[in-house]
């Protein structure tokens, strides 16, 4: 929905994870990379479930909550920002169906990094052109995160990439 909407705005020294807070989402592979990934890079959380508290709770043990912004629930101008603005997007759930979220960040022309498991985003996501596939390991997570904040040139091309990728999947509901 609202495919036009989508852009990209520029970049900020933040990772966004949007997403209902479940474990299968798997929020927690992002909240242990930052662990292992240096400032001023961030993570912007956006969502709500049944796992926000215990998300929010191992931020604080692992040290790293002043780095993790939860959002909660947001509007859709608000995300659509959140989205033209990201360095990145993580996107890692266990063995999704579809994946929305790999479309609004291939529609926002930014890289998206998801695991090896992820099931829907596999279909969308090309290794190292569009974005980036890693095993389910927070220190691969984070070495991908690492990748895209040491070199905002390469992903900034990954972004333009993934769009372009988009464009010619021709996805559209006329189409399907």
């Given at each position: ?8 705005e520029?970049?900020?020294p933040?990772?966004?994870?949007p997403?209902?807070l479940?474990s299968l ?6 909240i242990?990379?930052?662990?292992h ?5 961030s993570?912007?959380i956006?969502?709500?479930?049944g796992?926000q508290e215990?998300?929010?709770a191992l931020?604080e ?5 002043h780095?993790i912004?939860f959002l909660g629930?947001?509007?859709q ?11 990145g997007v993580f ?10 979220i790999?479309?609004?960040s291939m529609?926002s022309?930014?890289?998206v ?9 596999l279909?969308?996501v090309?290794?190292?052109q ?11 997570v984070a070495a ?6 040491t070199n ?11 769009r ?5 999947m021709?996805?559209?509901w006329d189409?399907a």
């Open positions: 929905p609202h495919a036009e909407r989508y852009g990209n520029g970049t900020f933040f990772i966004l994870c997403s209902r479940e989402k798997r929020q927690d592979l992002l242990r990379a930052m662990v990934v240096p400032e001023p890079v993570a912007y956006v969502g709500e479930g796992m215990s998300f929010r931020a043990n692992l040290g790293v909550s780095r912004r629930h947001t509007d101008t608000q995300l659509l920002r959140l989205y033209a603005h990201c360095l996107f890692g759930p266990h063995d999704e169906d579809y994946g929305y790999t479309l609004e529609l022309s930014k890289p990094i998801t695991c090896s498991d992820s099931g829907g985003p279909e969308f090309l290794h190292d569009t974005g980036l596939i890693v095993p389910p390991e927070p220190e691969a991908a995160v690492n990748q895209l904040a905002p040139a390469r992903a900034r091309q990954m972004g333009h990439d993934a372009s990728h988009y464009e010619a021709d996805i559209s189409r």
